[in-house]
């Protein structure tokens, strides 16, 4: 899928609440949507309504802006880099090399 708007801020929704250990049904619920509505708002394939957005961002805790400003996410792409080459090194420690 193409890196969109829609596609970064529903990742941040999905950081957010992942960090608060909520599922998606239980965050749809508390703001008054399915967790189906809510994932496709996680995967950018629904364009959320700025009320929409504020629920969330309020039921997490967060800023809406926090969910829109550039600044944090280059602070989550560099998050994600870090995990993979984390879980990539991890990878490489476990296969066992040639004999």
């Known amino acids: 899928m193409e890196t969109t708007i829609l596609t970064i801020v529903g990742e941040r ?11 998606r049904r239980l965050l749809g619920t508390a703001i008054g ?4 509505a809510l994932w496709k708002i996680e995967t950018g394939r629904s364009d959320p309504k700025l009320v ?12 809406v802006a926090s969910l829109l400003e550039e600044e ?18 991890e990878t490489e420690e476990v296969r066992p090399g040639p004999e």
């Open 33 to 36: 949507i399915s967790g189906q």
């Open 72 to 89: 944090d996410m280059m602070g989550m792409l560099q998050k994600y880099r870090e995990v993979l080459i984390r879980q990539v090194e």
């Open 52 to 63: 929409t957005l504020s629920k969330i961002a309020a039921a997490l805790g967060v800023r």
């Open 13 to 23: 929704i999905k950081d957010y609440r992942l960090q608060q250990r909520l599922s």
